[in-house]
């Protein structure tokens, strides 16, 4: 007998489970230059930190930044490539707080919305509701 469509038939199924190959992007942990390696190495036997940390005196960290607009113009300005994984952990908490912020303004909203009429419109029938100011139609 001949084995080799059943064995052809095979080898395909197993190529149709493999995992497609991934891409071989870098992203946070990707390879230091030499001189970057050098410049940590003589950070650490000075007894000085690895991370720069001169960043701290030229304004408010993004962790202390208080959520709201200028929070949110600051991480949209921010160059996660650039970031170092402790940055991008601060950056990652800053959006959050941010997120959580944004979302307790639109509940806030909403319950505003659809909450009771005003005591002194008791009685009166809506009136519909127009266009929100500063919106064009």
Known sequence: M????ERRLQERRLQ????P???TSPGPLKAMSPGVVDYLFRQLVAGNPAEDIQWGREGVALSAQPPGAELAR???E????ALTPTELFHYVRAAQRLASWAESLREDAVA???GAPAPESAGREPAEPGPAR???K
Do not use: H, M, T
Request: glycine content about 4%.
């Open 2 to 5: 001949n084995d080799a469509p």
């Open 21 to 23: 190959e991934r891409e």
């Open 134 to 136: 500063g919106i064009d």
């Open 16 to 19: 149709e489970r493999q995992l």
């Open 112 to 114: 505003r919305y659809c």
């Open 78 to 81: 921010c160059d996660l490539e």
């Open 74 to 76: 600051r991480l949209s």
